[in-house]
């Protein structure tokens, strides 16, 4: 059975750092390029950041440059999203997604088959 799980959200100060993390099992990663998404209430869900199958190549929300960093560790079938500086408005739920190709898409969702559950970060103080 296909499955992604994401981990690592909760609640943090503005200004402070989460990393999320994005497990596979029953199939390996590395032959997928992985996004990370997310939604707040009231809000339709967005690409935040989008990792090659080889990990050269990454892609992010410009509200995301500079704060987030995607990366993925293709022998622990795990793909991470480093968030620093985090502020109110990220908060959302975060999900990630394994496309059905090796490049990410201009369309961030475009090609995403299989997706995680979430995991919610809150930001406040």
């Known amino acids: 059975q296909l499955q992604l799980v994401e981990s690592g959200g909760g609640l943090v100060q503005p200004g402070g750092s989460l990393r999320l993390s994005c497990a596979a099992s029953?199939?390996?990663?590395?032959?997928?390029?992985i996004g990370w998404f997310r939604q707040a209430p009231g809000k339709e869900r967005e690409g935040v950041s989008c990792?090659?199958?080889?990990?050269?190549?990454?892609h992010y929300l410009n509200s995301a440059k500079g704060r987030f960093t995607i990366s993925r560790d293709n022998a622990k079938n795990t793909v991470y999203l480093q968030m620093n500086s985090l502020k109110p408005e990220d908060t959302a739920v975060y999900y990630c997604?394994?496309?059905?190709?090796?490049?990410?898409?201009?369309?961030?969702?475009?090609?995403?088959?299989?997706w995680g559950k979430g995991t919610l970060v809150t930001v406040s103080s």
């Open positions: 029953g199939f390996p990663l590395d032959g997928y390029a």
């Open positions: 990792i090659s199958s080889s990990g050269g190549d990454s």
């Open positions: 997604a394994a496309s059905l190709f090796r490049l990410c898409s201009e369309t961030p969702q475009f090609g995403m088959k299989y």
